[in-house]
């Protein structure tokens, strides 16, 4: 069954450093997501991407945060000057269309200290 | 603005017993998804209910959808062991910008 793969599985930075967190959606989907939780607390909507450009964002995804599709492969979130509250695990999603389910892909918990 | 409730928010039950969460949107929803998810690992789909009176079941699992009263429940029927988890609904639609909004997830422990 296609999967979604994000790399790495876990990574620690110093505060105000930058991140990158990698994805590769599955090949025939049409529409990205970055989504992120907080260790015991709710999923929360970062950022779609459909088209090459970004299709909606939160009030999280401040000017600190960015996304890319690199090589048609690649979905990649960076995030510029990471802070303590950035601590959370990112889930890279994707569809193939509207209608159909979102599959997520294993996460990166990220620990700013 | 969509807002999505989800209760209860823990559950602990025996092997063998029935239960159901509730999942409780606010506003008009054209799509209601069940997540899982086992501690430090990933969101894998369950259900997507796409119309009032959906239901769908696998296993011990089932979901309905009840547009009209804005609920959508996941019951479960003979627990096992192995559908200890956290239980997430989401919602989209336009009030959400087609954002998935989550519950806060229902965490069950079924003891054997």
């Known amino acids: 069954e296609p999967e979604v793969t994000q790399t790495p599985s876990h990574q620690v930075t110093q505060m105000g450093q930058e991140v990158i967190l990698r994805c590769v959606p599955i090949s025939n989907h049409l529409y990205f997501y970055w989504y992120r939780q907080i260790l015991g607390q709710k999923v929360e909507f970062l950022v779609s991407?459909?088209?090459?450009?970004?299709?909606?964002k939160s009030e999280i995804f401040d000017d600190q945060f960015s996304v890319e599709r690199p090589d048609g492969s690649n979905f990649t979130l960076k995030i510029r000057s990471t802070k303590l509250e950035d601590s959370a695990m990112y889930f890279c999603a994707s569809t193939g269309t509207t209608t159909s389910s979102y599959t997520f892909g294993s996460g990166t918990r990220l620990t700013v200290v | 603005e969509l807002k999505v409730e989800q209760n209860p928010l823990f559950l602990s039950m025996q092997e063998g017993k029935n239960y159901t969460i509730y999942c409780n949107y606010s506003t008009t929803s054209d799509r209601l998804y069940w997540y899982r998810q086992d501690p430090g690992k990933s969101l894998e789909s369950l259900f997507v209910?796409?119309?009032n009176g959906a239901v769908k079941q696998e296993g011990r699992l089932m979901a309905s959808l009840d547009t009209k009263a804005r609920l959508s429940t996941l019951h479960i029927t003979a627990a096992v062991h192995d559908l200890s988890a956290t239980y997430f609904c989401?919602?989209?639609?336009?009030?959400?910008?087609?954002?998935?909004?989550w519950g806060a997830g229902t965490k069950l422990i079924i003891k054997p």
């Open positions: 989401a919602a989209e639609g336009f009030d959400s910008n087609y954002q998935l909004i």
């Open positions: 991407f459909y088209n090459n450009e970004i299709s909606e």
């Open positions: 209910l796409l119309s």
